[in-house]
């Protein structure tokens, strides 16, 4: 605008109430200029690392950004016996883990990917998955068909906070 303004209140004015900390929707300031305001800046990546004496794999098993941590895959490993329930109990037993290990819980799970040998689990998973992630669910996608290593009929990875 001609005369420096930016809506009904002049710069120089929207400047000040920002700069004093006044919230800027309370004195009619657009939306788009409050959140121009500067944000606290999360923290750099967090890798978490198991100290074993086998060589790392090419990934890392839980990485936190801020106050979000992404767990990797997860399935029950090399020589576990067990039906789909079984399986699925195991598995999210090390979703679980990591999560601890990474300062999180099950309780501040936000996304869950699910991968099936044979989509045909699915309601079996789901009856396991309910009992351990319910009542308040996170988002999920969930796959089948797909093939996993160490003959795994699941893997799941999720996205938490801290």
């Known amino acids: 605008m001609p005369d420096g ?6 710069r120089n004015t929207r400047r000040k109430f920002l700069a004093a900390g006044i919230p800027a929707l309370a004195v009619g300031v657009p939306a788009a200029a409050a959140a121009q305001a500067p944000a606290a800046q999360p923290q750099g990546r967090r890798f ?8 790392p794999p090419p990934y890392s098993p839980e990485v936190a950004y801020g106050n979000l941590v992404f767990i990797s895959g997860k399935g029950v490993g090399t020589g576990f016996q067990g039906d789909i329930t079984a399986q699925v109990t195991k598995t999210i037993d090390n979703v679980e883990e990591s999560l601890k290990a ?5 309780t501040k799970v936000l996304k869950v990917n699910v991968y099936l040998a044979d989509i045909r689990h699915f ?5 396991v998955y309910r009992a351990r992630f319910g009542p308040e669910f996170p988002t ?3 796959v089948g068909g797909v093939y ?3 003959g795994g009929l699941v893997e ?4 938490a906070y801290i």
């Open 48 to 55: 978490f690392r198991p100290a074993t004496g086998n060589p």
């Open 140 to 142: 999920r996608t969930t």
């Open 156 to 159: 799941i990875d999720c996205v």
């Open 5 to 10: 303004s930016s809506g009904d209140m002049p």
């Open 148 to 150: 996993l290593p160490d």
């Open 102 to 106: 990474a300062g999180s819980s099950m």
């Open 123 to 127: 309601d079996a998973m789901n009856a």
